[in-house]
């Protein structure tokens, strides 16, 4: 029998999603930002799909008494009520690993981007004040040789210390307990404080759980060097937005490059972007058409175990 499934997503899915979806059973999709679908095609739904970053607690669970799987799309499950599946025996599914190279790489693509003034510089020298070259303008911070600072030594984590390592960084760390890959990456193990009074970039690769929520506001901010860069690769929510804008303005660090942000998206008049210290993208860490599709295959496969009753390739909860 067609299994039923929602798909619980503002967007359409990445392309080659909704294919294996209906491959799997009838889809119906509920934008979350809309009123819910019709009682009877709730009840009826197995397993959830979710594809964006939209809250699912415990009241949405109970809206659909035949759920016996939520598969999510991507690594983060902080919108989602872990407790409340488990309290329900709802395994959970999620991506992790896929996209740790990624992630990686757009962490230090921030890196260099905020050290080295690639947005502005991109911007003035299509600008017509460009003309001549001046020696002494647009002048950033050495990214070779430096310290990086990362807080957050998981798989992603341990991926941006081995690209530091290749630019000759010196790697410190902070976790809620000692990396055992730290070793091998001859990174050392520091408290939140003195890693951010000591890095000349610090690079935020945690997950947003309930100790992680604002861990970086105005007191962690006023730690770090003035010439110092941070990168926001996890989720805005680690960061005090307010705080970072008034240390950004008063030029109390050198820059900030955020994947992410918190609201996501900003109000469009909110006040960080409207500076040229902080370069802000749209989430796109893992979004590369490669890792898009390995993260497709294994969010569609954790649902398709789900919903057969199987243990799914990466259970979160
Ligand atoms: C993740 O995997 O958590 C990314 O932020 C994309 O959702």
């Given at each position: 029998?067609?299994?039923?499934?929602l798909?619980?997503?503002?967007v359409?899915?990445?392309r080659?999603?909704?294919?294996?979806?209906?491959?799997?059973?009838?889809?119906?999709?509920w934008?979350?930002?809309?009123?819910?679908p019709?009682?009877?095609?709730?009840?009826?739904?197995?397993?959830?799909?979710?594809f964006?970053?939209h809250?699912?607690?415990?009241?949405?669970?109970?809206?659909?008494?035949?759920?016996?799987?939520i598969?999510?799309?991507?690594?983060?499950?902080?919108?989602i009520?872990?407790?409340?599946a488990r309290?329900?025996?709802?395994?959970?599914?999620?991506?992790?690993?896929?996209?740790?190279?990624?992630?990686?790489?757009?962490?230090?693509?921030?890196?260099?981007a905020?050290?080295?003034?690639?947005v502005v510089?991109d911007?003035?020298?299509?600008?017509?004040?460009?003309t001549?070259?001046?020696?002494?303008?647009?002048?950033?911070?050495?990214?070779?040789?430096?310290?990086l600072?990362?807080?957050?030594?998981g798989?992603?984590?341990?991926?941006?210390?081995?690209?530091a390592?290749?630019?000759?960084?010196r790697v410190?760390?902070?976790?809620?307990?000692?990396?055992?890959?730290?070793?091998?990456?001859?990174?050392r193990?520091?408290?939140l404080?003195?890693?951010?009074?000591?890095?000349?970039?610090?690079?935020?690769?945690?997950?947003?759980?309930?100790?992680t929520?604002?861990?970086?506001g105005?007191r962690?901010?006023?730690?770090?060097?003035?010439?110092?860069v941070?990168?926001?690769?996890?989720?805005?929510?680690?960061?005090?937005h307010?705080a970072?804008?008034?240390?950004?303005?008063?030029?109390?660090?050198?820059a900030?490059?955020?994947?992410?942000?918190?609201?996501?998206?900003?109000p469009?008049?909110?006040p960080?972007?409207?500076l040229d210290?902080?370069i802000?993208m749209?989430?796109?860490g893992?979004?590369?058409?490669?890792?898009?599709?390995?993260?497709?295959?294994?969010?569609?496969?954790?649902?398709r175990?789900?919903?057969e009753?199987?243990?799914?390739?990466s259970?979160?909860?």
């Amino acid at each position: 029998m067609a299994h039923q499934i929602l798909l619980h997503s503002e967007v359409e899915p990445y392309r080659t999603i909704r294919p294996l979806l209906e491959g799997m059973g009838e889809v119906r999709q509920w934008n979350p930002l809309t009123p819910p679908p019709p009682a009877e095609i709730l009840q009826s739904i197995e397993g959830i799909y979710n594809f964006g970053h939209h809250h699912i607690g415990g009241e949405k669970m109970d809206l659909m008494p035949k759920l016996r799987v939520i598969s999510n799309f991507g690594v983060g499950v902080d919108h989602i009520d872990l407790e409340a599946a488990r309290q329900r025996s709802i395994p959970v599914g999620n991506t992790p690993k896929l996209l740790d190279g990624a992630t990686a790489d757009m962490t230090f693509a921030l890196l260099l981007a905020a050290a080295r003034n690639l947005v502005v510089g991109d911007r003035f020298a299509r600008s017509a004040d460009f003309t001549h070259y001046d020696p002494s303008f647009m002048l950033g911070q050495e990214v070779h040789g430096a310290v990086l600072g990362i807080v957050g030594l998981g798989s992603i984590g341990y991926q941006v210390a081995k690209r530091a390592l290749a630019f000759d960084m010196r790697v410190i760390y902070h976790n809620r307990q000692p990396s055992a890959r730290a070793a091998e990456l001859g990174a050392r193990y520091l408290p939140l404080d003195d890693l951010l009074s000591q890095a000349d970039f610090v690079a935020l690769n945690m997950p947003l759980t309930s100790q992680t929520r604002g861990m970086i506001g105005r007191r962690e901010l006023t730690l770090m060097k003035p010439t110092a860069v941070l990168v926001n690769a996890a989720r805005g929510g680690v960061i005090d937005h307010q705080a970072l804008y008034e240390t950004l303005r008063d030029r109390r660090i050198w820059a900030a490059g955020l994947d992410v942000t918190e609201p996501e998206p900003l109000p469009r008049d909110h006040p960080l972007l409207g500076l040229d210290n902080a370069i802000i993208m749209p989430h796109l860490g893992s979004a590369t058409h490669q890792t898009r599709q390995a993260m497709a295959q294994r969010s569609v496969d954790n649902l398709r175990a789900g919903l057969e009753g199987k243990p799914l390739p990466s259970r979160v909860a």
